[in-house]
């Protein structure tokens, strides 16, 4: 009698994990976050605590501490060979010589990623980049990021790391600015540099997609930290906040946000 009342009770822990999973979103990157911010809870989560590399995602923290400083965002900076990155991250269509405004700066950074205009946002900050360094990580202690570090303005370093519950402290506080927003969601700009324009885009398909309504975004990618995408959107009329970390394949990481949001809206559907 014994052995067919154990068999009944696996049955019914097994019907219990799949009706578990069944209502999951079918998601690959490994830490994930989803945070209704008007109702402020949490929807999913998946590794939401472990501390990662989050790559370019970093350049949000940057763009807070920019902004922070009240620095004229129509000062004219000048690229510096000191601004250079050597190695992995290092390209740029940016020249050493160029001179753009903080402004430009700060929108490459956000919408196109561009690590040397991180660089020298970083430089050009009132004790150079060792005081911009403390700052981005004074500016996670305010925000409760407890498991976050950061060491360099762009993101290029394995060992700038967050949490994706980090991570939507960062997304949220982000989305408090005007400029960040704008800034993150722009489909391209042009910048002149002497008399050549150089056109940049956005490093994410999902503002481009006219089904999306996305309030600020960020992509990042490095080996250590897979490909990382973070961002706050209207879905349904909720402002929500997606965090996927450590996602690999090209088109995973947004794969996976559109999978949340049908997530969302089949749930509300039913």
């Given amino acids: 009698m014994q052995k067919p009342a154990r068999t009944l009770l696996t049955l019914l822990l097994v019907v219990s994990s799949l009706g578990c999973i069944a209502g999951a979103p079918d998601v690959r990157s490994r830490s994930v976050l ?127 790391v967050a949490s994706a519950r980090d991570v939507s402290r960062l997304v949220m506080a ?24 150089l056109e940049f885009r956005n490093t994410d398909s999902l503002v481009r997609d006219p089904g999306w309504e996305v309030v600020v975004q960020k992509t990042g990618f490095l080996t ?5 995408l973070a961002l706050q959107a209207r879905i349904q009329g909720r402002d929500v906040v997606i965090v996927l970390l450590n996602s690999w394949g090209k088109y995973t990481r947004v794969a996976d946000a559109r999978r949340i949001r049908k997530w969302m809206e089949s749930r509300a559907g039913g």
């Avoid at 940016?94 to 196109?112: E, K």
């Fill in 174 to 197: 982000a989305s408090q600015h005007p400029r960040i927003r704008e800034f993150s969601t722009a489909e391209r700009h042009a910048v002149a540099l002497g008399k050549r324009q």
């Fill in 34 to 160: 989803v945070w209704d911010r008007a109702e402020g809870r949490e929807l999913f989560a998946r590794g939401a605590d472990q501390a990662v590399p989050i790559a370019s995602i970093t350049k949000l923290m940057t763009a807070l501490v920019v902004l922070d400083a009240r620095q004229p965002l129509d000062e004219r900076l000048k690229v510096t060979a000191q601004d250079r990155i050597r190695g992995r991250g290092g390209a740029s269509r940016i020249p050493v010589g160029a001179v753009l405004t903080r402004a430009d700066l700060l929108r490459l950074a956000l919408m196109s990623s561009e690590n040397l205009a991180a660089n020298v946002l970083g430089r050009n900050y009132p004790g150079g980049k060792p005081a911009f360094i403390r700052a981005m990580n004074a500016r996670a202690v305010q925000l409760g990021m407890s498991r976050s570090r950061f060491v360099d303005p762009a993101g290029l370093s394995g060992s700038n």
């Fill in 224 to 228: 250590e930290a897979g490909k990382c």
